[in-house]
């Protein structure tokens, strides 16, 4: 009886053991169970929220006309995207077309080429503000295909009603193939010039590549301009001539006027505006 009992125990403790062993096993998880989060992991992995910033900027659609987008709204801005040049109030002096190969924002830029030897030395637009302004401030883009570095080159001119006859201008120019702001006034009749001031700012136009020319002048104390090509500072604090004197402005852009001696001449302008104080 006793070696009965004592089997019977030996039996009992095995199956104890068993189910211990059975039980540990069950209690171990697999590595994958341990991951959990594998499913959220992988969506943030796929991109699944960037892929709906992306919907959302595609549905956003394209950015808005240079012009449109300006802010505070200049006096005057045109991005030469729409209309004609007369329907976007310019007056136009030589031959100045509106171009879709060349362009500083989309889709078109005004374009213009004097020929070598042509007798017209000019290929504008300009636009009158028939005020006379305390302060000016241009900034436009200006890419200049082709050009005779030896000779002047007027980009942009801001000319104002002289009292008594004539003009007095302000503005950017390229000459010896840098960046220079004119200033000078002319008689009326076609007389001898009154004034006649360049400053050279030292900073290289690009060729077949676009420069941001900015330039600012002040017709009040303490007489002012300045001049930044690409953001840089090409001119700062120069002092106004004395003899230049403002009046009712006109802005002129283009191919102002090329030096008779110059050979041929291409240019294209953009995204130019104008800010009247």
């Known amino acids: 009886m006793s070696e009965w009992r004592a089997l019977v125990a030996g039996v009992a403790a095995l199956l104890v053991g068993g189910c211990s062993l059975l039980v540990s096993t069950d209690g171990l998880s697999s590595p994958a169970a341990d991951a959990g989060p594998i499913g959220d992991g992988g969506i943030d992995a796929t991109g699944a929220e960037g892929g709906v910033d992306a919907a959302a900027d595609a549905d956003a659609g394209p950015p808005p006309p240079f012009c449109a987008s300006r802010s505070p709204t200049p006096t005057f801005c045109a991005d030469f995207d729409t209309g004609t040049l007369t329907q976007q109030t310019f007056e136009v002096a030589g031959t100045p077309t509106l171009d879709t190969t060349q362009f500083k924002s989309p889709s078109r830029s005004l374009a213009c080429v004097i020929e070598s ?14 005020t006379t302004p305390s302060s000016v401030a241009v900034a436009f883009q200006a890419r200049l295909d082709e050009f005779d570095p030896k000779h002047g080159v007027e980009m942009a001119t801001f000319r104002m009603a002289r009292a008594g006859g004539g003009s007095c201008n302000v503005g950017a120019a390229i000459r010896d193939g840098e960046w220079v702001f004119d200033q000078y006034c002319e008689s009326g009749g076609g007389g001898a010039a009154l004034l006649n001031v360049t400053t050279r700012s030292n900073i290289a136009a690009a060729v077949a590549g676009w420069n941001n020319v900015a330039f600012t002048v002040s017709f009040v104390a303490p007489r002012l301009l300045s001049m930044t090509i690409d953001g840089q500072k090409a001119l700062d604090a120069i002092p106004l001539d004395p003899a230049m004197a403002a009046g009712s402005g006109t802005i002129k852009v283009g191919l102002v006027y090329v030096q008779v001696a110059a050979g041929r001449a291409r240019a294209h302008i953009d995204d130019l505006t104008v800010d009247l104080r």
Request: hydrophobic letters at 35%; one cysteine or more; charged letters at 5%.
């Open 117 to 130: 030897g042509a007798t017209i030395r000019f290929c504008s637009v300009s636009h009158g503000f028939g």
